[in-house]
């Protein structure tokens, strides 16, 4: 119920053949001359020009996982199976309830919690990963901007 949804999406099969179909037919047409069969020209010569789209979907992908508290507040019983998003969201809901029942009781005026201190806690916690993950596939990004281009 996690993993399915996201492995069969219609958004990345529309980029996927959107960037497939943009790749000149002389190559395959060049490859099939030479020999090649339909599985050799896709693994030798499509997947390797696919490298900046399969990069994209793949940090898409993950993206999207990253940033899935949702489906697990559905799906997901045990305790040992809950991603960190789904943990922050549920500390953040309790320090809002902390904020209202504070405010409710008088005499504990003077208790502030560390609501705006966690958001921007959790802010870096959740931002962190993509952030270290994403140099790794920019190199890709720019390849993909540069298959487009023809030196005249």
């Given at each position: 119920?996690?993993?399915?949804?996201?492995?069969?999406?219609?958004?990345?099969?529309?980029?996927?053949?959107?960037?497939?179909?943009?790749?000149?037919?002389?190559?395959?047409?060049?490859?099939?001359?030479?020999?090649?069969?339909?599985?050799?020209?896709?693994?030798?010569?499509?997947?390797?020009?696919?490298?900046?789209?399969?990069?994209?979907?793949?940090?898409?992908?993950?993206?999207?996982?990253?940033?899935?508290?949702?489906?697990?507040?559905?799906?997901?019983?045990?305790?040992?199976?809950?991603?960190?998003?789904?943990?922050?969201?549920?500390?953040?809901?309790?320090?809002?309830?902390?904020?209202?029942?504070?405010?409710?009781v008088p005499?504990?005026?003077?208790?502030t919690p560390?609501?705006?201190?966690?958001?921007?806690?959790?802010?870096?916690?959740?931002?962190?990963?993509?952030?270290?993950?994403?140099?790794?596939?920019?190199?890709?990004?720019?390849?993909?901007?540069?298959?487009?281009?023809?030196?005249?």
């Amino acid at each position: 119920a996690i993993w399915l949804p996201g492995i069969f999406s219609p958004f990345a099969v529309y980029l996927l053949t959107k960037f497939i179909r943009r790749i000149p037919v002389s190559v395959m047409e060049a490859a099939e001359i030479d020999g090649a069969g339909e599985f050799h020209i896709f693994v030798k010569m499509i997947l390797p020009l696919s490298k900046p789209i399969l990069a994209t979907m793949g940090l898409f992908t993950a993206l999207n996982y990253w940033n899935d508290w949702f489906n697990a507040m559905l799906f997901v019983d045990e305790q040992k199976l809950i991603p960190l998003q789904y943990y922050l969201y549920r500390m953040l809901s309790q320090i809002s309830m902390l904020r209202n029942l504070i405010a409710k009781v008088p005499q504990l005026a003077a208790v502030t919690p560390p609501e705006e201190s966690f958001k921007m806690a959790m802010t870096l916690v959740t931002i962190g990963p993509i952030l270290l993950l994403y140099p790794f596939v920019q190199r890709f990004f720019v390849s993909g901007i540069m298959i487009g281009a023809v030196k005249g």
